[in-house]
């Protein structure tokens, strides 16, 4: 009988292991590398010949933080098929969350924390209501946590439940973002208007600009952007990670078989806001300032074509777009500043002309290539 | 009434997790429509219908093109609300108060006209995602697969052939290949009623034949209702089972292949024009 090999075959089919052996130690070398970089700006004096700036560590941050943002939106777009034109807005609404804590720790010389600029302008004499408990670092975590969550649960419940798919939902976030950035400018919003949150001081007591401070940042984003592949690569090899990629195929067969692809929607779709919504408040204080720009669909649509680029439908894909493109960006705003939106555009038109897979699809093709050859 | 009254009453009733012992065949019928009609802007593809499904019954639905032969399926899924009547699953699931998924977790399960398996998914997984199991959103992120899922993947790999191409893309497949996938599928669903809209559409004669012997195979196993164009195929699969003609909506004729064959009105609808 051929029955027992056949069923051994259907068990490895079956029990897929999270990662191959090579994809963990390429995994622990690429974190360890970037775990070192701080090291050789805090322990190596500038012009050490191992010395790396603090504004280059600063700018690796800030990257990893877009690649933990391009991450959250492949998990929609890539696996359940959900374009959103709107994650800027949870990016923003996470650095928002945390920039309130920040704005509650401005302490003057005289060690008093001051209420920020902007509500003295208002004569406002005390906060919102909606500041309330954001002097405290675990409070603003939460929030950034779930205001991005629950305002992606609220809304994409109502967009799921009335199936809107495809363009018109993808429009619809645009919108969303877009409306966002209207609130925010309004000073009486209450949350700094067109300026924004800036001039941080301290996070958790410690001087937001020291050198130390800054590698803890970037060392927590590191962790995190760690962490959120380990569970997106969790959630994408699960049966439930099967079932998303059904509603990007065939939602309405998915019915048929007894999915209701509501919760699953709902389910990717708000994690993901979270994530973006993390990615967002790590961001703030390495940058250190948020305003409504970060809301603009011009934001929203550059992560898409951080996505894009390295390959949708990959997990390492939106991590190594996002850092190609931003390092494109930081180079080619330095040198042609006025031309890099028809850059964006070009890369967005060439990739989906000439590697609609990405760059990873790209290097996985090469790879196939050289294995036929040898073969 | 709502699921919840309907659990609360008829007992059993459960879609979101194994649902097929919620149905409540004691009086012999698996499926009850009646005077069933659904309009579309004033034209009625479905007129008046009533039909009923026995238990372990293999019923052939044939009839022209427009006769509501899919519409009728589209009513019994879920997937069109019919502008009046009543459709029953057993005798206390009505399924008019039901969606497209709530259905299928009820036990009915549905192959399209089109072959439409899961092409990025390979054969494998397609069944996976096919079986009877909880497809609530957390049991599925947790779920993994028992040595018994195991073994009924693998028989139903063997009843459809596929086992040698477990591992493979199904968009790979052939037309015939991936109809017998999605037989598969439904079986997978342990469904109490399969719905089989044209099984037979496009395939080649040794195609044909073969999946006549596998609903011959399945006969008995489960109640099946086949839609069918294929006058051969149906002759090879009816048997001594009943045959209903769909004409305009409504039931032209019921009986054996012989019986409905010399059918006068049945041969001026087919023949007539």
Not at chain 1, 93 to 104: D, N, P
Not at chain 1, 301 to 306: F, G, T, Y
Not at chain 2, 128 to 144: P, Y
């Amino acid at each position: 009988m051929t029955h027992l090999p056949h069923r051994d075959r259907l068990a490895a089919l079956a029990h897929r292991p999270l990662l191959s052996p090579a994809a963990w130690t390429a995994l622990l070398a690429a974190t360890l590398v970037m775990a070192l970089l701080p090291l050789a700006n805090l322990v190596f004096a500038p012009g050490h010949a191992l010395h790396i700036s603090g504004y280059m560590i600063a700018l690796l941050g800030k990257f990893m933080c877009f690649a933990l943002a391009a991450l959250a939106l492949d998990l929609v777009w890539g696996y359940a098929g959900i374009l959103s034109l709107g994650h800027g807005l949870f990016f923003a609404l996470g650095g928002y969350a945390h920039g309130m804590y920040l704005m509650r720790n401005l302490g003057g010389p005289d060690g008093v924390n001051r209420m920020p600029e902007f509500m003295s302008f208002l004569s406002w004499k005390e906060y919102p209501w909606y500041w309330a408990f954001t002097d405290h670092f675990a409070w603003a975590w939460l929030l950034v946590i779930c205001v991005p969550g629950l305002l992606a649960f609220v809304f994409g419940y109502f967009a799921f439940r009335s199936r809107i798919k495809g363009v018109y939902f993808s429009i619809i976030t645009q919108a969303l973002t877009f409306a966002a950035m209207l609130l925010f400018f309004r000073n009486e919003t209450g949350f700094g208007g067109n300026n924004g949150f800036t001039a941080f001081r301290t996070i958790l007591g410690f001087d937001i600009t020291a050198a130390s401070t800054r590698a803890a940042l970037y060392w927590a984003t590191l962790a995190a952007l760690a962490l959120a592949f380990i569970l997106a690569r969790v959630v994408t090899q699960s049966k439930l990670g099967r079932v998303l990629m059904a509603v990007r195929d065939s939602e309405n067969r998915l019915r048929f078989i007894g999915y209701d692809p509501l919760g699953f929607k709902l389910f990717v779709w708000t994690l993901s806001a979270i994530l973006c919504g993390i990615a967002g408040a790590l961001y703030v204080p390495q940058v250190g300032i948020i305003n409504p720009s970060e809301m603009s669909p011009q934001n929203s649509i550059e992560m898409v074509i951080w996505v894009a680029t390295g390959g949708r439908g990959t997990l390492i894909g939106p991590i190594i777009g996002a850092g190609a493109v931003n390092g494109l960006k930081t180079w080619f705003t330095s040198a042609f500043p006025e031309y890099w939106l028809y850059a964006l555009g070009l890369i967005f038109v060439l990739v989906t002309l000439l590697l609609p897979q990405g760059i990873v699809g790209l290097v996985r093709q090469i790879v196939r290539r050289r294995k036929e050859v040898d073969a | 009434m709502s699921v919840d009254e309907q659990q609360a009453s008829g007992g059993t009733v459960s879609y979101g997790r194994v649902g097929t012992a919620g149905v409540d065949t004691t009086h012999g019928a698996i499926l009850y429509l009646e005077s069933i009609t659904v309009s579309f802007d004033g034209f009625k593809a479905l007129n008046n219908l009533s039909l009923d499904i026995g238990v372990g019954e293999l019923r052939c639905i044939i009839g022209p093109n427009g006769a509501g032969k899919t519409t009728m399926m589209d009513v019994i899924t879920g997937k069109t609300r019919p502008t009046s009547g009543t459709a029953f699953f057993g005798q206390n699931i009505d399924l008019t108060l039901l969606n497209e998924a709530q259905i299928a977790d009820a036990g009915i399960g549905r192959k399209f006209q089109r072959p439409t398996v899961f092409e990025a998914h390979t054969v494998f997984e397609n069944l996976e995602l096919a079986m009877k199991a909880n497809k609530g959103v957390r049991r599925t992120l947790f779920s993994r697969l028992g040595s018994e899922q195991l073994d009924r993947i693998a028989d139903t790999l063997d009843v459809i052939r596929l086992g040698d191409q477990a591992g493979r893309a199904a968009g790979l497949l052939s037309h015939g290949q991936k109809q017998w996938l999605e037989i598969g599928m439904l079986l997978m669903q342990e469904p109490s009623l399969l719905l089989l809209d044209e099984p037979v559409a496009g395939m080649t004669d040794a195609e044909t034949e073969r999946t006549g012997e596998l609903l011959n195979e399945l006969r008995g196993k489960h109640s099946m209702v086949v839609v069918e164009h294929d006058m051969d195929f149906v002759t090879q699969i009816a048997g001594a089972g009943k045959v209903t003609v769909l004409h305009e909506g409504s039931v032209l004729a019921e009986g054996t292949m012989a019986h409905v064959q010399a059918d006068a009105r049945v041969i001026e609808v087919y023949l007539g024009r």
